[in-house]
């Protein structure tokens, strides 16, 4: 079984999020590993709900430890994230999200190879696309993670 290392403590994950990723989110804390280690969800960019900013950072997390942080050759590629269960706990008068996501992805270079074969076969009756997605479904890592959102008062 493949694991992946917790991302370390960043004393400033938005700056990290707006270098690595060019996307500003409202955001503090660390990775949300725990509660102790919560993503601290500040306020709401406008017209975005909470679980699709919650689902954003998980995403970028994912990215990041199994992508960014890998050697080439342990590099993960179409990496998804899909909410399986949520739950909002109460802790010492603070509200947190506690949301299990399952994460996908495929090895980098195995990923490359399956999309040139689809682009490459798409149009060719020869390219069997029941069994290219087969091999892709075979091919495909699955984790269940946990990230914890602290949620600020504002959002309540």
């Known amino acids: 079984m493949t694991t992946f290392q917790q991302l370390q403590e ?4 938005q700056k990290l999020i707006k270098e690595t990723f060019d996307a500003d989110l409202p955001i503090s804390g660390d ?19 909470l679980s699709q900013l919650e689902h954003t950072l998980t ?20 990496i998804n994230a899909n909410e399986k269960l949520r739950e909002r706990i109460s ?4 509200m947190f999200d506690k949301v299990n ?13 399956f999309i040139k074969e689809y682009k490459e076969g798409y149009d060719n009756e020869a390219l069997d696309l029941n069994e ?25």
């Open 132 to 156: 290219h997605f087969k091999q892709r479904k075979e091919a495909t890592l699955t984790r269940e993670v946990i990230h914890y959102f602290k949620l600020s008062h504002k959002l309540l």
């Open 31 to 49: 990775w949300g590993y725990s509660k102790e280690k919560a993503s601290i969800i500040e306020m709401l960019p406008e017209d975005m709900p």
């Open 59 to 78: 995403s970028i997390r994912a990215h990041l430890e199994m992508n960014i942080t890998q050697t080439k050759e342990n590099r993960y590629a179409g």
């Open 101 to 113: 996501y399952e994460i996908t992805a495929i090895k980098e270079e195995l990923y490359n190879a």
């Open 91 to 94: 802790a010492n008068n603070v």
């Open 10 to 13: 960043n004393p400033n994950i």
